[in-house]
């Protein structure tokens, strides 16, 4: 069995390799992510459900399936996409703006995965953790080319998913 | 993982939660590390990093030591 790790680096021995993930996981993946990309809005279940023609419950159980293995984080209570990293599904305190559309990230690794993933220059802001002061860094042509302050990592990366949304 | 203005910062934040000083990135680590991780989540045939490679990135990025143990 081939060990493959989380969006967020915890060790994965299941059995969800990319060959048994079925078609409509796949496609539900594949449709999510693009149109995260394309609108900085990430499709929740009944969209997704529209857009592919399938009924909204084998669209939730895709969503359950690619959460289990950790391919995007549903909500804790309501089973909604929370966040298909590095794409949060609401606003939050990490924003990447690019060519005029706003995105959120659920930390700003993933904030700065945004222009990463999109291959696009972006302008991040976030706030300092301890104070609050709005700070900014800035993506341009694949490079960092403003930037201050210091990223913190509070939780050992063995541990990242034992709470992901405090991580 | 959180943005801090300095180092003052993070210790305050650290005491007040009750945790003990992580680790530290500069700002160009992050990049390489989010931009080694997601450059290719849009692609169709996008699989999770293998154990083997993101040992790789993060010993690319400079991240060693038991913090970064994934094992």
């Not at chain 1, 909500?75 to 939050?92: L, Y």
Request: charged share 20%.
């Amino acid at each position: 069995m081939t060990a493959y790790l989380s969006p967020h680096g915890t060790v994965l021995m299941s059995a969800l390799t990319p060959a048994s993930v079925d078609d409509l996981a796949r496609d539900v993946r594949l449709y999510l992510f693009r149109q995260a990309a394309a609108t900085a809005q990430v499709p929740q279940a009944q969209q997704i459900a529209e857009a592919l023609e399938h009924p909204v419950e084998k669209i939730h159980e895709a969503l359950r399936q690619l959460a289990t293995g950790k391919v995007l984080i549903l909500a804790p209570n309501d089973g909604d996409v929370w966040a298909a990293n590095p794409f949060c599904a609401v606003p939050s305190g990490f924003r990447a703006e690019t060519e005029g559309k706003i995105y959120w990230g659920i930390c700003i690794w993933d904030a700065l995965g945004i222009p990463a993933a999109l291959g696009k220059d972006a302008r991040i802001t976030a706030f300092c953790g301890d104070c609050s002061e709005p700070m900014s860094l800035e993506i341009r042509g694949g490079k960092l080319v403003q930037s201050e302050g210091l990223i913190h990592f509070a939780i050992p990366a063995h541990h990242w998913w034992d709470n992901i949304g405090f991580t | 993982m959180l943005l801090f203005r300095a180092e003052e910062h993070i210790d305050r934040w650290c005491a007040a939660h009750s945790l003990a000083r992580g680790a530290i990135l500069t700002p160009q680590q992050g990049w390489w590390l989010a931009h080694g991780w997601y450059k290719e989540k849009l692609n169709p045939e996008w699989r999770r990093h293998t154990l083997e490679e993101t040992e790789a990135l993060l010993a690319e990025v400079g991240l060693t030591g038991t913090f970064w143990n994934l094992r």
